[in-house]
Structures are given as C-alpha cells and as structure tokens.
T-cell receptor
Framework: AQTVTQSQPEMSVQEAETVTLSCTYD???????LFWYKQPPSRQMILVIR??????QNATENRFSVNFQKAAKSFSLKISDSQLGDAAMYFC???????????FGQGTILTVHP | SAVISQKPSRDICQRGTSLTIQCQVD?????MFWYRQQPGQSLTLIAT?????????ESGFVIDKFPISRPNLTFSTLTVSNMSPEDSSIYLC??????????FGSGTQLSVL
C-alpha cells in the first residue's frame, strides 16, 4: 500500500519570504501522480499543483513550485513571496493507477506572519 | 475546473439518526469519490461511485453504514446511517475535471450529539 508522510506538522514564514514544505511517499508503482492541496479554514480543498511521475521537469504554478525527486521518493512544495492568504493546512497526496483514489499525508499547518 | 455543489454545508444530528449528503457536478463525470476527514486528521477515501453500478468501498467502510447512490453522471449522495459521535467529520465529494485534475466540493461539516 502507498503511504505519504509529511514530517512537519507546523511551519511558519514571514510575509514575502520563501518556505518549503516536505513530503515523502512510498510506492512500488512506476506511474503515478503527486499533488499538493491547500485547505483554508473554509475547509475547501484547493488544488495547488500536480506532478506526473513520468515528467522529469518540476511543476510550477506561479509562486508555487515543487522539487520532485523520484529516486528519493520526495515531493516538496516551495512557496515563494509568501502572502497572508497562503496560510492554511497543506496536504501532500498520491494517486497511482487507480487515479482519483488519493492517499493523503497528515498535513502541514502553514502560518504566515505579517 | 469542475463546479461541485455539496449540500448541506453543515449539520448537527442526533445519535441514531441518518443524514444524506448530496453532491451535484456541473458536467458529466464517470467517477465520483467520497472522502471523510475526521477532526484534526487527513482525508480518507470512503468509496468510489460509478454510475450504473454499486459503489466500491475502501477497507473499513461498509455499504450498510455509508450507502451511496449514483443515479446519473452529475449527481451522487452519501448517507451516514445510524450515526454516533464518532461519525462527526467533514465529508467531501470529489470528481475529475479538466486536465485530469481532482476537484473537491466544499464539504459537509457533520456533528453528532
């Protein structure tokens, strides 16, 4: 079974600074997808970024980028120029061949200080 | 992105009763997924709902407790039956949208007294 581990229960960053959230996963599958979701207090799950395992290039979405290390099974999220609105719970998630069936990490609470 | 409407947004229920949660999508989708998020926890998949067939449940979840209906390609319901305080959670539906991205409804906050 696949597992996803987020070792940082909480992180904090100053506004306009950069922060990196860590995620590791375990799988025996060769084709899979990795995601970062953001969950603000409204509880809405918002897709931040997606990475296909077969792509060597790291995904980027504006201020959000990932460092995908397939051999190390590592998938970290970097948030640049942090904004107050980035404060939320962030979940790393894995989807394998049964795409849509996500396995989530435990989450990292991100606090952004003005 | 897919627009997903989930109802109710929150409810407070008595022990032993049942609650049906509705999920409406603005486009036809093959599969819909139901997740549970217990307080302070991550999300766990309950079941996958396919139109025209019985839902597929994950380990630890059974149809008698969480019956699911999928009458068409845009709608699904999840019922939480014979509720106990341990069922207090956020329940979310999700579907694939454009670009093979998985989108979530706004969730149903359930509290069982």
């Amino acid at each position: 079974a696949q597992t996803v581990t987020q070792s940082q229960p909480e992180m904090s960053v100053q506004e306009a600074e950069t922060v990196t959230l860590s995620c590791t996963y375990d799988t025996s599958e060769s084709d899979y997808y990795l995601f970062w979701y953001k969950q603000p207090p409204s509880r809405q799950m918002i897709l931040v970024i997606r990475q296909e395992a077969y792509k060597q290039q790291n995904a980027t979405e504006n201020r959000f980028s990932v460092n995908f290390q397939k051999a190390a099974k590592s998938f970290s999220l970097k948030i640049s120029d942090s904004q107050l609105g980035d404060a939320a719970m962030y979940f790393c998630a894995y989807a394998g061949t049964s795409y849509g069936k996500l396995t989530f990490g435990q989450g990292t609470i991100l606090t952004v200080h003005p | 992105s897919a627009v997903i409407s989930q109802k109710p947004s929150r409810d407070i229920c008595q022990r032993g009763t049942s609650l049906t949660i509705q999920c409406q999508v603005d486009s036809q989708v093959t599969m819909m997924f139901w997740y549970r998020q217990q307080p302070g926890q991550s999300l766990t998949l309950i079941a996958t709902a396919n139109q025209g067939s019985e839902a597929t449940y994950e380990s630890g979840f059974v149809i008698d407790k969480f019956p699911i209906s999928r009458p068409n390609l845009t709608f699904s319901t999840l019922t939480v039956s014979n509720m106990s305080p341990e069922d207090s959670s956020i329940y979310l539906c999700s579907v694939f949208g454009l670009g093979e991205k998985l989108f979530f409804g706004s969730g149903t906050q359930l509290s069982v007294l």
